[in-house]
């Protein structure tokens, strides 16, 4: 076996381990009769070991592998570290022996996908990567067939107009590999309106996956009514995902190699394309459609999508920062952002198998009687809002704080002002959770989801303290290949 080949293998132990997996479901669930609890612990055994994969690659050399279309580097590391715990999680805490094995198996699939898209360095194997990762998830929800029937013809419309905007940059530059792109664009006289126009079509495509508005203002509905395990795959693996891999296209396809004005701090990008004016405006749209429509909503699922959706608009600043340190404010405000989102959508899946509550009307007083849980839950979305002495709060003030932005301080200002609309949005759920009386009685469950209550609660105050090593991290990992 050549170096070549142990290399290849050894970047995807984590596809190669959930591939394993989904054959080992396929080859038991076809000879048996009737339901497998045993199908659970291969499915989340399975994503535990693709995750401890994932955290050995940690120190490899940065290679490129299959002649460019895939790139192991320290981003994609990090990458792979959050969206792999976030996946193990889910596993542990959302999935049970209930489950069906041909559900388990498309999760796997779309992991897989997933995976694979944080490792693209080249437009079609971005694309492909990421069809892998969204259809199985159409398959899944098949108990909301109409909702899911629409958004799936949305999302095809939206692949469509990505795919015509990927066909126009590879006929602009004759090749689909990011770095080759770069350099053709930095070396070559090109259409820039053609430039522009592909740009645009590709992160609208991306944005709408990721749910970001304005292109994509119909998740809440169909999120309202999915199962906390498939929101999750929806909501929070798929929107980590996507942006990373919108950061690694803009960073390295869109970077000018013609210069020598670059700096550690400051990077620099072909002019014409003004990407960072069209990522603000997205940016601004996901934290002001996230923190005002939740003003007048009341399903939690519903909340916990706009949540989301204004939190991936904070994020992209660290993008539109333009800069390393922007990168590694943005990979250490993903981990905050996990952290946070699964607090919230555990908090919220607690609620409604204790006490069978799906809206804010149904809360009132149950803070009285569940403290650690209703605690909690106002601790995660007042992280979320940015509330000083949290790990959102760190966050953010490192988002601010980038070079980059002097032009974008409407942007800063837009997420301050609605930051201080979801901190009263959360004022007046936290007077409505612990006043008054009510009468039900909850539903007992056992120890293990409050364990993973408090490692969520340990881990989103841990980085409220402690912000410092988690920066270090993720300046390690802000190191694209070919940057």
């Not at 981003?75 to 996946?87: C, E, F, Q």
């Not at 149950?366 to 995660?380: E, P, T, Y």
Request: glycine content about 6%.
């Amino acid at each position: 076996m050549n170096q070549e080949t142990i290399n290849i293998l050894f970047n995807f132990l984590p596809e190669i381990t959930l591939s394993f997996t989904v054959l080992i479901l396929n080859l038991i669930s076809s000879r048996a009769k009737k339901e497998l609890p045993a199908a659970y612990f291969i499915f989340s055994g399975g994503i535990i070991l693709s995750a401890l994969f994932s955290y050995t690659q940690a120190y490899y050399a940065p290679q490129q592998l299959f002649g460019g279309m895939l790139t192991a580097d320290h981003y994609s590391y990090g990458a792979r570290v959050i969206l792999s715990t976030v996946m193990a999680f889910s596993a542990l805490s959302f999935f049970d022996k209930k489950s069906q094995p041909f559900e388990f198996t498309l999760i796997l699939v779309s992991n897989i996908g997933a995976l694979l898209a944080l490792s693209s360095s080249n437009i079609f194997m971005m694309f492909i990567s990421l069809q892998v990762m969204v259809i199985p998830l159409y398959l899944l929800v098949y108990y909301e067939l109409k909702p899911a029937i629409r958004y799936f013809v949305f999302s095809s419309m939206f692949m469509a107009v990505m795919l015509y905007g990927i066909t126009l940059l590879y006929g602009l530059t004759g090749t689909g590999e990011y770095s080759l792109i770069s350099k053709y664009l930095s070396f070559n006289p090109f259409n820039t309106l053609v430039l522009i126009l592909s740009v645009i079509l590709i992160t609208a495509g991306l944005s709408f996956i990721s749910i970001l508005a304005p292109f994509n203002i119909s998740f809440p509905v169909i999120g309202s009514k999915l199962k906390t395990a498939h929101f999750v795959q929806f909501a929070l693996i798929n929107v980590i995902a996507v942006l990373f891999v919108i950061g690694r296209f803009i960073f390295t396809a869109l970077e000018d190699q013609n210069t020598f004005i670059a700096s550690a701090e400051q990077l620099t990008f072909l002019s014409g394309v003004n990407w960072k004016l069209l990522l603000s405006v997205i940016s601004v749209c996901s934290i002001l459609a996230g923190n005002l429509v939740i003003l007048w909503q009341y399903d939690l699922k519903k909340i916990a999508a706009y949540i989301i959706i204004s939190q991936a608009g904070y994020l992209l600043i660290g993008l539109i920062s333009g800069s390393t340190a922007g990168l590694a404010a943005f990979i250490s405000g993903t981990v905050i952002f996990a952290v946070n989102s699964l607090g919230i959508i555990f908090c919220i899946n607690l609620i409604i198998t204790k006490y069978n509550v799906t809206d804010t009307a149904g809360l009132r007083s149950l803070g009285r009687k569940d403290k650690l849980l209703f605690l909690s839950f106002v601790f995660f979305l007042i992280s979320s809002a940015g509330f000083p002495l949290t790990s959102g709060f760190n966050s953010k003030i490192i988002l601010y704080s980038l070079p980059g932005l002097d032009n974008y301080f409407w942007l800063i200002a837009s997420g301050i002002i609605s930051s201080v609309v979801f901190l009263y949005f959360i004022f007046r759920l936290s007077t409505a959770i612990f006043t008054g009386k009510s009468a039900q009685i909850p539903l007992k469950i056992g120890t293990l989801p409050h364990a993973m209550l408090l490692i969520l609660l340990f881990s989103a105050i841990f980085f409220g303290i402690f912000v410092s090593p988690l920066m270090n991290w993720a300046g390690y990992c802000s190191n694209l290949f070919g940057i």
